[in-house]
């Protein structure tokens, strides 16, 4: 699938990694460093727009990585990039470690995944059909 980009950033476009990988890092578009400290959040510019294909959209996740060794994640995760947004792709990142955590320009902070979406149509209904787990909520189904 082609999909139009303009980058504005000082970096390649986002790539896959792996031949299998589903997502491409996206990097941190900035002049300067940025310090997150502790419990603190950012809006880290891309330099990215895209123009997705109707019933698409983008991901953004976090990179495992940053999530497991610094504690640093997307707050917002997945955020959404819907196939008529066409500003900038911006990562809301946050810190939940206990140290200050200094975004490097360039630095791979998130990664995006493209997916396919469908839209729905409401069937309103007065009774829902019966199954086995019911209204069982979270842990319903049991812990093994």
Known sequence: MKVKIVNQSAFALPAYATPLSAGMDLRANLAE????????RAMIPTGLYIALPEGFEAQVRPRSGLAAKKGITVLN???????????EIRVILVNLSHEDFTVEP???????????HERVEWEDVDVLDETERGAGGFGSTGVK
Do not use: N
Request: net charge neutral.
């Open 77 to 87: 995760a997945p955020g959404t990039v819907d196939a008529d947004y066409r500003g």
């Open 33 to 40: 460093p940025v310090v997150l400290k502790p419990l603190d």
């Open 106 to 116: 360039g630095e791979r902070i998130a990664q995006m995944v493209i997916a396919r």
